[in-house]
Nanobody
Framework: EVKLQESGGGLVQPGESLTLSCAAS????????MSWVRQRPVTELEWVAT???????SYHRSVQGRFTISRDNAKKMLWLALNRVFTNDPAMYYC??????????????RGQGTQVTVSS
């Protein structure tokens, strides 16, 4: 059974940083492209970033240069470092075992999510 468990969300101020974690099990993590997606209030799921099995990365233009996705295949862990959080970054963040916008589709496994809130 595929299991993805996100953690690390919380309340931050604009410009601050936060790191999200995802623990994976139940599939061959090392061979799987992994992504972070997010759902902001009253919007659909939005792809944020992908880390491929070789460690290469891809980012949505809205987070390019601010967020960093990384992974440890041996530990089956995925991270998303949110640097310089903007006021439009608050959302429920999910990790997913797919790549690119495919990670937002309904047949892709995602965890329960971790909430990021930005104080105004």
């Amino acid at each position: 059974e595929v299991k993805l468990q996100e953690s690390g969300g919380g309340l931050v101020q604009p410009g601050e940083s936060l790191t999200l974690s995802c623990a994976a099990s139940g599939f061959t993590f090392g061979n799987t492209a992994m992504s972070w997606v997010r759902q902001r209030p009253v919007t659909e799921l939005e792809w944020v970033a992908t880390c491929f099995s070789d460690g290469s990365t891809s980012y949505h233009r809205s987070v390019q240069g601010r967020f960093t996705i990384s992974r440890d295949n041996a530990k089956k862990m995925l991270w998303l470092a949110l640097n310089r959080v903007f006021t439009n970054d608050p959302a429920m963040y999910y990790c997913a075992n797919s790549w690119g916008p495919l990670a937002t589709t309904s047949d892709v496994a995602r965890g329960q999510g971790t909430q990021v809130t930005v104080s105004s």
